[in-house]
């Protein structure tokens, strides 16, 4: 079974207008061409607009890093799905461990966030992972497949084909620390392992689960190129053309 990789940038809370078109006009060159993965830019909301017209035509898909799971109201500092469409952007992550450390969402939120994201017929990544006291205890598998049950609450096999999880560890975002290729395969197999017991044989074979935390031009190709790793959630790394480049020429 081959999934195509998916090469995705989260860019969190940096970059102006201004920086990011530069970004884009800068990285479509870099990347023209490259067909053997997607690739994806999470800006910030305010930031969609100028990099969803700077990309469009080319290989580049543009998603949020957030959704709300209600289709409009009153939620302050929100963005609604249809805003995100009505934009062009046809992506979005869900449940990055920011969301779930800052903001409180729980994986009943992330739940419904899922629905929303699929009946809408966006592409969600669904952000799953440890923190290090739970690595430490011994209890990876226990979260993993609870965040995983969680999020997928309700969701049936006919409804998973745009699903996307990506394997975030807590301990190795934004903190140089990388899962080792085994670490990393190991969690990647626990989560297919559950998808496979809730969404059955097919859709876990089909679903692309990719790795997120510290992953740099030199990690790249020994982390991506795992069987078991079907892509990769870049933050710091992405900031820059040609670092994001590298990684996804790995
Ligand atoms: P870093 O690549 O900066 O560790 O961030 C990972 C991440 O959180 C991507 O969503």
Not at 215 to 237: C, F, R, S, W
Request: proline fraction near 4%; include cysteine.
């Amino acid at each position: 079974m081959s999934r195509k990789a998916l090469i995705a940038a989260n860019w969190k809370m940096y970059k102006t207008p201004a920086e990011a078109k530069a970004f884009v006009d800068a990285f479509l060159q870099l990347v023209a061409g490259h067909t053997r993965d997607e690739i994806a830019l999470f800006p910030s909301p305010v930031l969609l607009p100028t990099v969803i017209e700077a990309a469009k035509g080319s290989n580049v898909l543009v998603g949020c890093q957030n959704i709300h799971f209600a289709e409009e109201g009153a939620y302050t500092g929100e963005t609604s799905v249809g805003q995100l469409k009505a934009v062009g952007g046809t992506h979005t992550l869900i449940g990055h461990s920011e969301r779930r450390q800052y903001f409180a969402e729980t994986d009943e939120i992330v739940n419904k966030k899922l629905h929303t994201a699929l009946k809408h017929g966006l592409v969600p990544v669904v952000c799953v992972g440890e923190v290090l006291a739970e690595r430490e205890a011994g209890k990876t598998a226990d979260v993993l497949k609870t965040q995983v049950t969680g999020a997928l609450a309700g969701i049936t096999a006919e409804m998973a084909a745009p699903i996307v999880i990506a394997y975030e560890p807590v301990w190795a975002i934004g903190t140089g620390k990388t899962a080792t290729p085994e670490m990393a395969v190991e969690a990647h197999r626990i989560i297919r392992a559950e998808v496979a017991k809730l969404l059955g044989p097919a859709v876990a074979a089909a679903i692309r689960i990719l790795y997120g935390g510290s992953v740099k031009p030199d990690n790249a190709t020994a982390l991506i190129g795992q069987e078991e790793i079907d892509g990769a959630l870049v933050g710091g790394a992405s900031l820059k053309p040609d670092s994001f480049t590298a990684i996804i020429k790995y």
